[in-house]
């Protein structure tokens, strides 16, 4: 019997222990939101979830993210995130539908909704002060993708996305259209491609990529963007976030904002 037990006790840890290392998931990567088990695929650094069954995109239910008036952060679903195996590129399509009336920051930056991080930061690491985030969000109804290297000012090389203002940077690439208008949903896309790096002259090449669709309609079309530094040569994507997030004092009021049919992949798959 002691033995047995030996056994038994040894295959456990075992199974932990493998848990704990296993590789994360290879591109793509998909997520329904059909049901709150999403530790289990998965997903870490969430600490509540509210689905909804009322009109979500596809299946029986979409995640939900309210905000009471005067918040910051959603009261029904919290923030969260995903790791996936390292990749130059990055894509992302998922659903998103805003609530009727929802109102808007009037200010250059706000809400944050979406992000993607690299290997250069650890799995917990904050997306406001890093080596390099990646932004998806709706702006004053357009469709914003954005960077941000705060980490890199004491860097050899210094910041890619431009100085610090406030104690803040970044790069905005918007959509010249207002897009957001109604309470339906819409599909939202988004490719983001590292630049190549030059090591012989020390300097990056002006080759990464940052693209966007909504509902299928190219909106924002760069190939001339520069994300990383020659400090970086082994710089990947790695790590999905999903984090919407208002200012303090910049929610116009309570509102709403659904999310569903979610996909991460590499490249945006031929028509």
Request: charged share 20%.
């Amino acid at each position: 019997m002691r033995s047995l037990l030996l056994i038994l006790a040894a295959t456990f840890i075992g199974c932990v222990a493998s848990a704990q290392n296993a590789s994360p998931p290879h591109l793509p990567f998909t997520e329904g939101f059909e049901n709150s088990k999403l530790q289990e695929r998965g997903w870490y650094d969430l600490s509540k979830i509210q689905l909804s069954s009322s009109q979500p995109k596809a299946g029986s239910a979409c995640i939900e993210y309210g905000w009471q008036q005067g918040g910051t952060v959603p009261s029904t679903s919290g923030g969260m995130r995903r790791l996936f195996a390292p990749s130059d590129s990055v894509y992302l399509k998922v659903h998103v539908r805003l609530s009727k009336g929802w109102g808007w920051t009037e200010r250059g930056y706000h809400p944050h909704l979406m992000h993607f991080m690299t290997t250069e930061n650890q799995k917990f690491h904050g997306p406001a002060a890093s080596h390099l985030t990646v932004y998806i969000e709706p702006w004053n109804g357009k469709l914003r993708l954005a960077a941000q290297d705060i980490q890199n000012k004491d860097a050899p090389h210094g910041l890619t996305q431009g100085p610090l203002r406030g104690g803040y940077n970044g790069r905005m690439f918007d959509s010249e259209e207002v897009l957001f208008e109604d309470d339906q949903w819409h599909c939202v896309e988004a490719l983001f491609q590292l630049n190549s790096l030059d090591m012989k002259a020390d300097k990056p090449n002006a080759d990464g990529i940052v693209r966007a669709w909504f509902d299928g309609k190219l909106v924002v079309d760069r190939n001339d963007v520069i994300l990383r530094s020659t400090d970086f040569p082994n710089m990947k994507f790695n790590q999905y976030l999903l984090t919407p997030y208002f200012g303090p004092g910049l929610l116009p009021h309570a509102q709403t904002l659904w999310i569903d049919d979610l996909t991460v992949g590499t490249a945006r798959p031929e028509s």
